[in-house]
């Protein structure tokens, strides 16, 4: 399995194609003779870091360079500098490897809380910085990061690689080409089943200090999608939501019953994930747990989960649309729906990437049915599909069809990678506009931020009175 996802993630055929369509494939220059390659580094050399570490090792090696590591946990930087001896820092020493090791990008993949002051220190030590979604958890690290990128006229690269995604593409398409007239709304509905969706409530992110809550840490992707499928700004926001189904309180009020503390060890549990199944998950975590104590496998009914599992929210958008949107984190089922209303018409786009949740003989979930012989990926009545359906007032439904993508994340991964690695080598500019900075991050989790803050006054919130020091429009 290649490391740009998540092994609990649903790998559909949109995430298993190995070559793209030319005609989501950016164009880029040929790099020119005798040029230095760009010298990274690498700040959190976690799960999400591989998908960086193998890029600049392959595809993009003529371009770039790891030149050093920066991690509190050793042994996850011993997973990828098997070969390599590079320098390696412990975060508070993030000025002192910029300085030292010439970095001139720092690629931020830590748990979403540090993001903020990652960026923020990389600037101001001088370089420019990729950073991974969502840009931060909270107003004050949106002031925080947009303060240092003022005050150093540096650059920050966010990575949405849903927009990739060619189905994401192709509604912007579809929009973009006013085949629906002028938005009036969007209802958005996004299922994680109880193998992905409970991964939420397993790591980090299950305390919403360390991730603002999937509003903040999912959902920051599709509120990316909508603000820029629409070209428009969150103004308002109102929330719903709480925690329903995981989490201690939940399952004893269901009568779960004792549950084990943690995964690995725990035979025929279908939420239970075992890290000794899976060598990278092995390596990453359980063989690097005596460094800091982490545990990536606790159980998702353990004490101790403080992020929500069932959300709705109201979104008012500056240009009049309206957003409905859902979330849900223990559905049979994994994908997203989008319905687009317009003044023409009407577009829908249907993902499904996991029909149905498959367990083996012995009670444990099948992470990748397609990868066992005989097994069945799909359900006849669900099959998985990627669907975008366009209709038009007094005509009849058409099919519009998606290039293939290539890789994890609906095919999006490699083709952002693309453009982050070879911005500057880009011929021409993208008529899509996938490309994402520091602006389009602070758009994205406004809506998280808002609607977190909406759940606690249990009011709507005025995406300004946050004050995350810009202006979003
Ligand atoms: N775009 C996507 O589809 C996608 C997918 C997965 C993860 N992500 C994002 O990538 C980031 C990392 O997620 P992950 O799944 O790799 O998590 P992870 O837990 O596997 O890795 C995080 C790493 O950061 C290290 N770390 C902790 N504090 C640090 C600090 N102050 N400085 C440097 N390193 C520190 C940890 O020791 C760990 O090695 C998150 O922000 C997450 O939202 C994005």
């Given at each position: 399995m290649s490391v740009d996802q998540n092994p609990t993630a649903p790998r559909p055929p949109s995430s298993r194609s190995t070559t793209a369509s030319a005609s989501v494939i950016p164009d880029f220059d040929p790099v020119p003779p005798g040029r230095p390659r760009r010298r990274y580094a690498v700040v959190g050399t976690g799960h999400r870091a591989g998908l960086y570490i193998e890029a600049l090792r392959g595809e993009h090696a003529d371009v770039g360079q790891i030149v050093a590591w920066c991690d509190p946990n050793p042994g996850r930087i011993d997973y990828y500098d098997e070969q390599d001896g590079l320098p390696r820092f412990r975060p508070d020493q993030l000025e002192e490897m910029v300085a030292r090791c010439r970095v001139d990008v720092v690629i931020v993949t830590t748990p979403d809380l540090h993001h903020a002051e990652m960026v923020d220190r990389a600037l101001r030590a001088g370089a420019d910085v990729v950073v991974e979604?969502?840009?931060?958890?909270?107003a004050p690290g949106c002031r925080r990061i947009t303060r240092a990128v003022r005050e150093t006229g540096r650059d920050v690269v966010m990575t949405f690689n849903y927009r990739y995604a060619p189905r994401n593409s192709s509604l912007r398409e579809v929009i973009a080409a006013g085949l629906?007239?002028?938005?009036t709304s969007v209802h958005f509905e996004w299922a994680l089943d109880t193998v992905h969706g409970a991964d939420y409530f397993r790591r980090w992110h299950r305390d919403k200090a360390n991730s603002g809550g999937l509003l903040v840490h999912k959902s920051s992707h599709h509120f990316d999608l909508v603000n820029w499928w629409l070209n428009d700004v969150p103004e308002r926001v109102f929330a719903l939501g709480g925690l329903r189904f995981y989490g201690d309180g939940a399952a004893a009020q269901r009568g779960l019953g004792d549950r084990p503390e943690?995964?690995?060890?725990?035979?025929?549990?279908?939420f239970s994930l075992d890290l000794r199944d899976d060598p990278r998950l092995k390596a990453l975590y359980l063989d690097a747990e005596h460094h800091d104590g982490y545990r990536r496998d606790l159980d998702p009914f353990a004490p101790g989960v403080s992020i929500e599992d069932n959300l709705s929210l109201l979104v008012e958008y500056a240009g009049g649309a309206a957003l409905t949107y859902s979330l849900n984190a223990h559905s049979p089922w994994e994908g997203y729906r989008v319905t687009v209303n317009g003044t023409a018409g009407r577009a829908e786009l249907e993902v499904i990437e996991r029909s149905f949740v498959e367990l083996d003989?012995?009670?444990?979930?099948?992470?990748?049915?397609?990868?066992?012989?005989?097994?069945?990926?799909?359900?006849?009545?669900?099959?998985?599909r990627d669907r975008l359906v366009v209709q038009r007032h007094w005509e009849r439904p058409q099919e519009y069809a998606i290039p293939d993508g290539i890789g994890g994340h609906g095919g999006g991964d490699a083709i952002l990678l693309k453009d982050v690695f070879r911005r500057d080598l880009r011929r021409g500019s993208d008529p899509r506009a996938r490309a994402a900075g520091c602006l389009d991050g602070v758009r994205a989790v406004a809506v998280g931020i808002a609607a977190n803050r909406s759940l606690q006054t249990r009011l709507p919130v005025d995406v300004t009175d946050l004050e995350l020091g810009v202006d979003l429009v």
């Open positions: 979604k969502p840009l931060t958890i909270d629906v007239g002028e938005v943690r995964g690995t060890g725990t035979p025929g549990d279908p003989v012995n009670g444990r979930v099948v992470l990748d049915p397609s990868a066992t012989p005989g097994a069945t990926a799909d359900d006849g009545l669900r099959p998985q």
